[in-house]
């Protein structure tokens, strides 16, 4: 079975910036597609963004586009979120997922990991 641990969010001031990160235990997910999503109380759990196995291919959310990248290090079974410019409304637990199918859609996704706070002060 494979694990996903999120580390890396926290309590940041609007305008700053965060890197999550995502390590993978137990097998590897250099061939599986990655993204990451993120749930704010009383909402749905939403898309952030994607990312391809080889990391040439990535897609954002519209709400983060620009501010938000993605990224991989498949030598190290990692993925990537850094975060820009934060706003108030990006306040929620943002969650790594692993899946065989690049797609917006939380559904298609086998492996989660258990989640990461993040909060930002207006």
């Known amino acids: 079975q494979g694990q996903l641990v999120e580390s890396g969010g926290g309590l940041v001031q609007a305008g700053g910036s965060l890197r999550l990160s995502c390590a993978a235990s137990?097998?590897?997910?250099?061939?599986?597609?990655m993204a990451w999503f993120r749930q704010a109380p009383g909402k749905e759990r939403e898309f952030v963004a994607t990312?391809?196995?080889?990391?040439?291919?990535?897609d954002y959310a519209d709400s983060v586009k620009g501010r938000f990248t993605i990224s991989r290090d498949n030598a190290k079974n990692t993925i990537y979120l850094q975060m820009n410019s934060l706003k108030p409304e990006d306040t929620a637990v943002y969650y790594c997922?692993?899946?065989?199918?690049?797609?917006?859609?939380?559904?298609?996704?086998?492996?989660w990991g258990q989640g990461t706070q993040v909060t930002v002060s207006s």
């Open positions: 990312i391809n196995w080889r990391g040439d291919t990535k």
């Open positions: 997922a692993a899946g065989k199918m690049l797609t917006p859609r939380p559904y298609e996704y086998r492996y």
């Open positions: 137990g097998r590897t997910f250099i061939t599986y597609e």
